[in-house]
């Protein structure tokens, strides 16, 4: 693999703070040196060099950061462990006709990977089914799922599980006695004992690459794929093998909103992939495309909040069905029915999460001083659970796990963590100690299922693990001072060399001292408009999104006297105007 995997050095760092809300800024000082370097090494403008030293380890990685390919970012997928056992099962089901079925999870890294497997058979001409369970189920591949798939009338002769199925014993053994070769593609952190399958293939296992422990499902069925089609050239004669480059429409999706850092394969993987949706070839993202509005060019930022929202509806309310029929769509007119079911499900999806939002957040309040928070109700819906509690986990940057019971007493959880708290790993001693029934996750993100009668053993026992462990918020990162007059439309363009951005490779953040705040105004529901200006008088608008009632909000409306502002810089269209703007997210005293 290219060496752009690689993280970049430590800087040295000046730390400032508390800001006016609270808040620490480290500002790191760059090595020259290495600035110069990568100015030898690429024709860029200085501060471009400068902001890449936080993303590179040498210069030498500057032109593939710069210029992802998958040429030089792709590895063999053989690579991997299990990897050609996996590809020879599915490649002896192909050519003798055996019955396949898929079977995903129900977010959206499970929804593009299964889409992705429907959408490569059938250049084969063939129509495989799919499997995702009911949310209501419990997560990946549960007892419950199992029978009911196996119900139908033709049951599969193999399963290809996508994104779960790494800490499935019970449920692989089940296939396995019932003659069914299994082959998982899963990148969840295995347990010490492995399931039973014919194939299991996840970037965790021993042996593999430490570089691909980075990439979600989509991003491993992706590798599956080309490791499938290149057999396939052998195994069947005249193949007529698919364009694989048109599927990263779906692996962007997939990485981005499972929240994958965007480095090394991955940012190959969504830089190219954005550059396949910009071209609208998968007809049911191109429906989203033109029933939201999205404006030109499109970025992970309709990845995660415009595609994202709408993929995961169905599945957070029940069924994750019509997301699949939607990537899987053949024509418009069965594009323009599944994106209009998901529209009516998101804004289902809405008013199910402000309604049980209000009341989780109040019941948070109430238990603030505690080091973790946790909160349960009565039929809450489960599918929005997972999103307030990151709600609640930021507004009171404290880690949070929210539990809804049925009438029966049984309930499912989902938590979201800060550093510092490896929420996966309490899960699992909480299931080991017979709190939960089942549990699992990553470290800052897990889900759960728990009776009503050890909630309060579950709630002592993460209190107990979690007192006087310090997680303080980490600083605020910012890469270069600027001035106001320096904030140009030609500094943007520059900036969006380092895209594509996100978790991993953040939106450069930028120091504007000795700021003047003019005008501010509530606009929308929350957020809030004002000027920037400094001593040239060179004036910016800025924009502080969520930010009313807020200690951020107060202190601009107030807008009394000289302050530091620290913030990202985009282009902002409106009408037929664009002009450069300042996305406000902290302020210090000037």
């Given at each position: 693999m290219s060496s752009n995997t690689s993280d970049p050095p430590e800087h040295r760092a000046i730390r400032k703070g508390p800001s006016l809300t609270g808040k620490f800024w480290e500002l790191p000082e760059p090595d020259e040196g290495f600035i110069n370097a990568i100015l030898r090494c690429v024709d860029v403008p200085e501060i471009l060099a400068r902001l890449l030293t936080f993303r590179i380890s040498s210069a030498e990685e500057a032109h593939a950061f710069l210029h992802p390919t998958l040429k030089a970012s792709l590895p063999d997928p053989s690579v991997l462990m299990g990897m050609d056992q996996a590809v020879a099962r599915v490649v002896e089901?192909?050519?003798?006709?055996?019955?396949?079925?898929?079977?995903?999870?129900?977010?959206?890294?499970?929804?593009?990977?299964?889409?992705?497997?429907?959408?490569f058979f059938s250049t084969l001409g063939r129509r495989v089914p799919f499997y995702i369970p009911i949310r209501a189920h419990g997560y990946g591949a549960t007892q419950t799922a199992l029978e009911e798939m196996l119900s139908q009338k033709a049951p599969p002769r193999v399963v290809l599980m996508v994104d779960c199925g790494v800490t499935a014993h019970n449920t692989l053994q089940f296939m396995k006695d019932h003659n069914i070769d299994v082959v998982v593609l899963d990148h969840h952190i295995p347990e010490e004992t492995l399931p039973s399958a014919c194939a299991l293939v996840d970037p965790y296992l021993p042996g593999n690459p430490d570089s691909l422990?980075?990439?979600?499902?989509?991003?491993?069925?992706?590798?599956?794929?080309?490791?499938?089609?290149r057999a396939l050239r052998t195994a069947i004669p005249n193949y007529q093998e698919p364009d694989l480059l048109l599927f990263l429409d779906l692996v962007a999706l997939g990485t981005v909103c499972d929240v994958m850092p965007l480095i090394g394969l991955n940012r190959t993987y969504v830089a190219q992939g954005l550059k396949v949706l910009e071209k609208q070839k998968t007809v049911g993202l191109r429906e989203v495309i033109r029933l939201s509005g999205i404006r030109r060019p499109i970025t992970t930022y309709h990845l995660a909040f415009v595609f994202g929202p709408r993929l995961n509806a169905p599945g957070r309310l029940e069924d994750a069905a019509p997301s699949i029929h939607l990537l899987t769509a053949q024509t418009e007119k069965e594009a323009v029915?599944?994106?209009?079911?998901?529209?009516?499900?998101?804004?289902?999806?809405?008013?199910?999460?402000?309604?049980?939002?209000?009341?989780?957040?109040?019941?948070?309040?109430?238990?603030?001083?505690?080091?973790?928070?946790?909160?349960?109700?009565?039929g809450w819906s489960t599918g929005v659970l997972g999103i307030i509690a990151g709600r609640i986990r930021e507004q009171f940057e404290k880690?949070?796990?929210?539990?809804?019971?049925?009438?029966?007493?049984?309930?499912?959880?989902?938590?979201r963590s800060v550093p510092g708290v490896d929420l996966r790993a309490l899960v699992h001693r909480s299931k080991a100690l017979g709190f939960l029934e089942e549990g699992g996750g990553h470290p800052l993100a897990a889900g759960f299922s728990i009776l009503r009668s050890h909630l309060a053993d579950f709630e002592a026992f993460l209190i107990n693990e979690t007192q006087g462990v310090v997680h303080d918020p980490p600083p605020i990162l910012i890469e270069s001072t600027l001035s106001l007059s320096g904030a140009t439309s030609e500094l943007v363009a520059h900036l969006g060399r380092l895209a594509p951005f996100g978790t991993g490779n953040p939106q450069p953040r930028f120091l504007f001292s000795n700021v003047y705040v003019e005008h501010a105004r509530v606009v929308g529901k929350n957020h809030i408009s004002c000027t920037l200006t400094q001593n040239d008088r060179k004036r910016v608008p800025g924009v502080a999104f969520r930010s009313m009632g807020t200690p951020l909000g107060d202190v601009l409306l107030a807008h009394n006297g000289l302050y530091d502002i620290v913030g990202t810089i985009e282009i902002n269209t409106w009408g037929r105007k664009t002009a450069v703007q300042v996305h406000i997210e902290d302020v210090g005293r000037g």
């Open positions: 089901a192909i050519t003798t006709q055996e019955s396949i079925l898929v079977w995903g999870d129900y977010d959206v890294d499970g929804i593009t990977s299964t889409a992705l497997l429907l959408r422990q980075r990439i979600c499902a989509a991003g491993l069925v992706f590798l599956f794929l080309v490791g499938l089609n029915f599944w994106v209009s079911e998901l529209e009516r499900l998101n804004q289902e999806r809405r008013s199910l999460e402000e309604n049980v939002s209000a009341e989780a957040i109040a019941l948070a309040e109430a238990q603030k001083d505690r080091p973790i928070l946790v909160v349960h109700g009565d880690p949070c796990c929210i539990i809804s019971f049925d009438e029966t007493g049984f309930g499912r959880g989902s938590g």
